[in-house]
């Protein structure tokens, strides 16, 4: 199988060459020239496997320049049961609201308890032999900018991973006490933190600047090093996504929740267009799913491009309680536009200019068509998804953080809307402890609020009794390992001299 840029067709490549390169050198993405096809028989057969034999499979028919070992090798060390915390890494919880089934595909079973640990856990073994293949002998060196959640997804995937370095940077009033702890406390001998005096986009400048410094370059050369991404638009990352929605179906079936061949529908709280994506992706393998939710909070960019088919990236920002989706542009979507289109790379392309210049596209009347057809598109605000929050508990004792409840609460909207009861899985993205405060305002909103972030876990967890996942819980009494703080002009500096090469 090859892959081509999104944005020139005749850039065409190997999948070890889209996972080393992470974007096409025309700023396109890599895509698949086609997809596998699952017949009955394909799909019956994995019935009978677990998510690991699951993941081997679709693996298997993407990476067509991967052997079997190299592919069982990553499967094996990415999904085990001590990282995701159980045999199954994505396992469905079943549960309802106001009378309506809802199966939630929990992905926050990871090492750091948000669905980012389903890509970021295996793409560190996809990129190392991804390099071998194309850049044999070298060390990958991983940069990153975080506003939070991503930097400590990678540094646990990239942790003690043979021939590999990560830095992250992260602003030094930029993310929360908790996810600070988190990075700082980072264990590995080939992983380092530190902050930098300035905002989220300072560092996003300083790290893609000295990406783009060819001395910089050149010394990591010298010292067989060079530099890599494991930034969310790599295939490496979009991928592993595709498999949980087949083992999700999968589950579905052996659960008896609906027979093999009927249709599902998938909810997914989006941000930048990932998550979901992957499950259009599924589809196209044969996957039976009938709508695709799209779940926006009051960054409604999405909502409005699904129903109008304009993209207008020009609006107010706003900051919500589901941080993770507060995204004005969704990379993405280029790739669903490409396909939608026919394979077009020259509207695409014309698409993503206008998007960079203006801030705005609007798509052409036989793309509109196929998304009004399979996409619903809606969105709520913070309000709606605390009361979300707090009726799905007080319902049904389940409880759910801030994105998973965006989602919930487009579902009820579509539901109300269409009248479509088709079955719908439901992406699940991160442990209601991870965002302790805005989850224990909605389920005692007249509860005293404790004062560190520490001690609101410890509250939750005494009025809802959900055990509190393991990684979070283990954090409070880890000592910190990383303390700089640099300026962002020092960042070349810091990154050459933590690589040992000045
Ligand atoms: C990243 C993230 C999202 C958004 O996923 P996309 O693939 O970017 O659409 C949603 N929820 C959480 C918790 C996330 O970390």
């Known amino acids: 199988m090859l892959y081509n840029s999104t944005q020139n067709k005749n850039e065409v490549v190997s999948a070890a060459q889209a996972i080393a390169q992470g974007i096409s050198k025309d700023g396109g993405l890599f895509v698949p020239q086609e997809f596998p096809k699952y017949d009955e028989a394909t799909l019956k057969a994995l019935l009978k496997e677990d998510y690991r034999g699951r993941a081997k499979k679709v693996f298997s028919d993407f990476l067509t320049d991967f052997t079997e070992d190299e592919i069982d090798d990553c499967v094996t060390k990415a999904y085990t049961a001590e990282k995701f915390d159980g045999e199954n890494p994505a396992p469905l919880a079943f549960t309802s609201l106001g009378g309506k089934e809802l199966n939630i595909l929990e992905l926050w079973h990871g090492p750091t308890c948000a669905f980012k640990d389903m890509a970021l856990q295996i793409l560190p073994h996809l990129l190392t032999k991804s390099l071998k293949k194309t850049y044999d002998g070298k060390d990958a060196v991983i940069l990153v900018a975080t506003s939070g959640d991503t930097g400590k997804a990678a540094l646990e995937g990239f942790k003690d991973v043979e021939h590999t370095k990560i830095i992250v940077f992260y602003p030094v009033n930029g993310v929360s006490p908790m996810q600070k702890h988190q990075m700082n406390t980072q264990e590995g001998g080939n992983v380092k933190v530190c902050a930098i005096e300035g905002n989220f986009d300072d560092a996003q400048t300083g790290v893609k600047r000295i990406f783009t410094t060819p001395e910089v370059a050149e010394k990591l050369a010298e010292n067989n090093m060079l530099f890599s991404s494991a930034n969310s638009i790599n295939w490496g990352r979009l ?102 289109s026919g394979n077009d790379d020259k509207a695409t392309n014309e698409w993503m200019t206008a998007l960079k210049t203006v801030g705005k596209y609007e798509v052409s009347d036989d793309v509109k068509a196929v998304i009004n057809d399979k996409f619903f598109g809606g969105y709520c605000d913070d309000a709606q998804t605390q009361a979300t929050i707090s009726k799905l508990f007080e319902d049904n004792n389940y409880l759910c953080d801030t994105h998973t409840a965006v989602a919930v609460n487009v579902y009820e909207q579509y539901v109300e809307k269409t009248g479509d009861n088709t079955p719908a899985v439901i992406a699940s993205t991160a442990s209601p402890y991870k965002f302790s405060k805005s989850v224990l305002q909605a389920v005692a909103p007249n509860a005293e609020l404790p004062e560190t972030e520490f001690d609101m876990v410890d509250k939750l967890n005494e009025l809802t009794g959900m055990a509190v996942p393991a990684p979070l819980a283990g954090l409070k009494d880890k000592t910190a390992r990383f303390s700089d703080v640099v300026k962002s002009e020092e960042m070349q500096d810091y990154v050459l001299k933590s690589l040992s090469i000045k």
Not at 286 to 292: D, E, R, Y
Not at 320 to 337: A, G
Request: charged share 15%; hydrophobic share 40%; net charge neutral.
């Open 239 to 340: 991928l592993p996504q595709i498999v949980y929605y087949i083992s999700a179906y999968c589950d579905m079936v052996n659960e008896g929740k609906i027979a093999f061949g009927d249709k599902i529908n998938v909810v997914v709280p989006t941000g930048n267009f990932g998550n979901i994506l992957a499950s259009y992706y599924a589809s196209l393998m044969g996957l039976p799913i009938n709508k695709f939710i799209c779940a926006s909070n009051a960054n409604n960019v999405l909502t409005d491009f699904i129903n109008t088919g304009v993209y207008d990236k020009n609006r107010q920002f706003f900051t919500t309680m589901s941080p993770s989706m507060d995204i004005l542009v969704s990379s993405n979507l280029e790739r669903l536009l490409y396909k939608l």
